[in-house]
T-cell receptor, first 111, second 114 residues
Framework: SQELEQSPQSLIVQEGKNLTINCTSSKTLYGLYWYKQKYGEGLIFLMMLQKGGEEKSHEKITAKLDEKKQQSSLHITASQPSHAGIYLCGADIQAGTALIFGKGTTLSVSS | DGGITQSPKYLFRKEGQNVTLSCEQN?????MYWYRQDPGQGLRLIYY???????QKGDIAEGYSVSREKKESFPLTVTSAQKNPTAFYLCASSIVPGLAQPQHFGDGTRLSIL
């Protein structure tokens, strides 16, 4: 069963617009990871969140983890064509095992 | 530069044939993982290994086999028992298995049926 739900499944935004991608779990997360993937390539690690209420930023991308550690959001400010790709959230839900992943959100940025 | 190397980038399998996907890392990571990615399905775990000579099945291990004879290598064999092997396969590694450690990924191998 899918334990991480990502929304939306796909997103088309105009260059310069802001956008948000969500990742929700039915279980408490020990760690939440955001990755970006270009089609046909590997995953690039963006950010890791561990503590409830934690927020991290890198350039124009901000990720937050809610207080209950069950939901995370990824926010991109002033989107650019270079932001286009597939964004995946991954999570530790059980100690000593591998990450589980959401199905991904495909982002297209039109210029 | 440290990293994860997957080879080949593209692989074709004939009916009844076993094929092996290579994954090598020089990051000195203890844990290694194999995922399968299908369109619209996200990543699904096939096998993972936390230490040399030990590995565990993931959610979709049927039709696959692995070995972990060396810390830096974790090859995946797709056997003829895997009836739908066409997919993008990703190998990953992490410093220690489990909590609070991001996994680092290779560039993937795309497997197709001839």
């Amino acid at each position: 069963s899918q334990e991480l739900e990502q929304s939306p499944q796909s997103l088309i935004v105009q260059e310069g617009k802001n956008l948000t991608i969500n990742c929700t779990s039915s279980k408490t997360l020990y760690g939440l990871y955001w990755y970006k993937q270009k089609y046909g390539e590997g995953l690039i690690f963006l950010m890791m969140l561990q503590k409830g209420g934690e927020e991290k930023s890198h350039e124009k991308i901000t990720a937050k983890l809610d207080e209950k550690k069950q939901q995370s959001s990824l926010h991109i400010t002033a989107s650019q064509p270079s932001h286009a790709g597939i964004y995946l959230c991954g999570a530790d839900i059980q100690a000593g095992t591998a990450l589980i992943f959401g199905k991904g959100t495909t982002l297209s940025v039109s210029s | 530069d440290g990293g994860i190397t997957q080879s080949p980038k593209y692989l074709f399998r004939k009916e009844g044939q076993n094929v092996t996907l290579s994954c090598e890392q020089n990051l000195n990571h203890d844990a290694m993982y194999w995922y399968r990615q299908d369109p619209g399905q996200g990543l699904r775990l096939i096998y993972y290994s936390q230490i040399v000579n030990d590995f565990q099945k993931g959610d979709i291990a049927e039709g696959y086999s692995v070995s972990r004879e060396k810390k830096e290598s974790f090859p995946l064999t797709v056997t003829s028992a895997q009836k739908n092997p066409t997919a993008f396969y990703l190998c990953a590694s992490s410093i220690v298995p489990g909590l609070a450690q991001p996994q680092h990924f290779g560039d993937g191998t795309r497997l197709s049926i001839l």
